[in-house]
């Protein structure tokens, strides 16, 4: 079993959707979570930490359950240039930051 | 101001040839990370540095993955003889610093090495 686990998609929705991904994650001494985006042929960019309370940027809103140790990203009013992979990532915090990256999930946005 | 620079975006080469990628950090970053990113197993963490000195190399797959980083502005990953599961995209990746209390500090990775190995 992956220690993060996603759905890899792809997703497709139509402009303005509203869409959600959700990640599992199997270390439960981990401390920090993430998501990452990744557009085609290029580097992962940090579009979000996740914190314990839930947090929101502008469209985008993460939550943690830790009880669960699930993690979710929500996209509200998708436009298309959120087409992308959305790499869901646990700090294993070994007392240094130790990512662990799933293997995305892809989202594609439509007109 | 620059990112993280990786040299060079793309190697093709032949089995058995050695091969080395090239890393300089965001200046003032002490925390350099190499990762391997391929389909089957998406990003992998290869070794991590933090002020020049290798923290964690448990991801090297095995003997024949070295990395150095002689200075904080300077990162080699070689691969020697190289086969072809190796290619895949080669990031590498620094951050400010590193340690529990900075577990939130964002990684900033540059533009990859495509690898390709024939």
């Known amino acids: 079993r992956k220690e993060v686990e996603q759905d890899p998609g792809p997703f497709n929705v139509p402009e303005g959707a509203t869409v959600a991904f959700n990640c599992t994650y199997s270390?439960?001494?981990?401390?920090?979570f993430f998501w990452y985006r990744q557009d085609c042929r290029k580097e992962p960019k940090l579009l979000m930490s996740?914190?314990?309370s839930g947090n929101e940027d502008g469209r985008f809103t993460a939550q943690l359950n830790r009880a669960s140790q699930y993690i979710s990203l929500l996209i509200r009013d998708s436009k298309l240039s959120d087409s992308a992979t959305y790499l869901c990532?646990?700090?294993?915090?070994?007392?240094?930051?130790?990512?662990?990256f799933g293997t995305g999930t892809r989202l594609l946005v439509s007109p | 101001d620059a990112g993280v620079i990786q040299s060079p975006r793309h190697e093709v080469t032949e089995m058995g040839q050695e091969v080395t990628l090239r890393c300089k950090p965001i200046?003032?970053?002490?925390?350099l990370f190499w990762y391997r990113q391929t389909m089957m197993r998406g990003l992998e963490l290869l070794i991590y540095?933090?002020?020049?000195?290798?923290?964690?190399d448990s991801g090297m797959p095995e003997d024949r993955f070295s990395a150095k980083m002689p200075n904080a502005s300077f990162s080699t990953l070689k691969i020697q003889p190289s086969e072809p599961r190796d290619s895949a995209v080669y990031f590498c990746?620094?951050?400010?610093?590193?340690?529990?209390?900075?577990?939130?500090?964002?990684?900033?990775f540059g533009d990859g090495t495509r690898l390709s190995i024939l």
């Open positions: 990746a620094s951050s400010p610093r590193l340690g529990s209390l900075d577990s939130n500090q964002p990684q900033h």
């Open positions: 270390n439960s001494a981990s401390q920090s």
């Open positions: 996740v914190y314990s």
């Open positions: 990532v646990v700090n294993r915090n070994t007392g240094f930051q130790k990512l662990v």
């Open positions: 200046s003032g970053h002490n925390s």
């Open positions: 540095f933090n002020n020049n000195v290798p923290i964690d």
